[in-house]
């Protein structure tokens, strides 16, 4: 029995997966059973920020490994303490709660926003506004939170408590924006919703919005943050800080992790007993953290991602085919002239190349330190699969 047949007649059928078992993988490639090499422009979902097995982070994780790999978070770990005030200061947010995904990430987040308001506010000011075409995670909670109808199916009851505004109608969130309501969550780019950024305006006027109204902003940038998009947080695109953080995907270059960082304002909302993770704040998920934030936030590293996300708008371009790209820095979305994005992400895996997609784009999340020449090679073979 070959490995696909093996793995469909044991793991849930819940993805639609291509056809194809990989194997290993070095730099910005890797290799399927039959030894066949592919560049990568997806990064696993964006989460291999630093590549495949990059040595400087394989070697923090494995040296975790053969140290302490686990306890429970009844006991201090340095390693945790190390990543978490690594990443206070890179961000300057006061404190931050581990979890292991990014639903999770959003769920203590949104737990957190009520609980603020209920302390503050009594009981009748748990809303929590997010914004149509958003995507915010996978369980009950995050997907009540995501503002598609064709996630609202088969799972009633959604949770309450979530109430969905247009993006970029600030008219829209104004109406919405009643004494019900204690958080807005926003992606600054849609990700899933197919790498769609928000207006600058737009941002700026719901902080000062909610600012008045004591009403907590969460960013999720669980796919937009640590480095995508040329920037640690997308924030800084748009010049604002919000109150509550969430991070994941790329957090750990390839070990599962979610955070959820918080302003001084909230930092000491869920107290003792409110909140928990058996796994989160893993030590080996800490010692990947902490290698991809020491190689991210070093001096000229998310400048030049920011270049080479530059480099990748000016070469796609030039390709006839390409209608428009969307996102930024190293997180684009290509929209395009014709055909299907599944079709062209499965020719692109015929030819040799990793890509995602976004709704009807193509998206790419290549590793932040991919190089000019894998960039050239992989969208050689973008510009045959397109130009056909
Ligand atoms: C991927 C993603 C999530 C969910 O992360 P998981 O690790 O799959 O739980 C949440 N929000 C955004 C913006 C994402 O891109």
């Not at 923090?60 to 006991?75: E, K």
């Not at 997308?234 to 991070?247: C, K, N, P, R």
């Amino acid at each position: 029995m070959n490995t696909i047949e093996k793995f469909n007649g044991s793991v849930m059928h819940t993805y639609g997966r291509f056809n194809a078992v990989l194997e290993k993988g070095s730099g910005r490639c890797c290799t399927d059973e039959s030894g066949r090499e592919y560049i990568d422009f997806g990064s696993g979902i964006g989460t291999n920020s630093l590549g495949f097995c990059d040595n400087d982070w394989a070697d923090a994780v494995c040296a975790q490994v053969r140290t302490l790999q686990h306890n429970s978070n009844y006991y201090y770990t340095k390693v945790q303490a190390d990543f978490a005030e690594a990443l206070c200061s890179t961000t300057g947010y006061s404190k931050v709660f581990f979890g292991n995904s990014g639903a999770e990430a959003n769920e203590c987040a949104i737990k957190l926003a009520r609980k603020y308001s209920f302390d503050k506010y009594g009981k009748g000011r748990h809303n929590i506004i997010t914004l149509k075409n958003s995507f915010h995670g996978r369980t009950l909670c995050t997907l009540s939170a995501t503002g598609q109808d064709s996630f609202h199916n088969y799972f009633f009851p959604f949770v309450e408590g979530f109430v969905n505004a247009e993006a970029n109608n600030i008219d829209d969130l104004k109406s919405k924006l009643d004494e019900t309501v204690c958080a807005v969550m926003i992606e600054f780019i849609q990700g899933e919703g197919g790498v769609v950024a928000l207006d600058e305006e737009y941002v700026r006027e719901l902080f000062s919005l909610c600012r008045e109204k004591d009403v907590l902003v969460i960013t999720d940038e669980v796919q937009t943050g640590a480095g995508r998009t040329g920037k640690f947080f997308a924030a800084e695109h748009y010049g604002v800080h919000a109150d509550i953080v969430t991070l994941a995907k790329g957090l750990a270059g390839g070990i599962p992790i979610g955070a959820c960082l918080a302003d001084e304002k909230c930092s000491e909302v869920l107290s003792p007993g409110t909140h928990g993770s058996t796994f989160g704040g893993n030590p080996v998920a800490c010692a990947g953290g902490l290698a991809v934030i020491k190689k991210v936030t070093a001096p000229g590293f998310l400048e030049e991602a920011a270049k080479k996300g530059e480099y990748f708008r000016e070469q796609l371009h030039k390709i006839s085919g390409v209608k428009s790209i969307s996102g930024k820095g190293l997180m684009i979305g290509i929209e395009l002239e014709k055909g299907d994005a599944h079709d062209i992400a499965e020719k692109c895996l015929e030819r040799g190349l990793l890509v995602l997609t976004a709704k009807t784009k193509v998206r790419l999340l290549p590793p932040l330190n991919i190089t000019y020449d894998e960039i050239d090679r992989g969208l050689k073979i973008f510009k045959e699969v397109l130009e056909v």
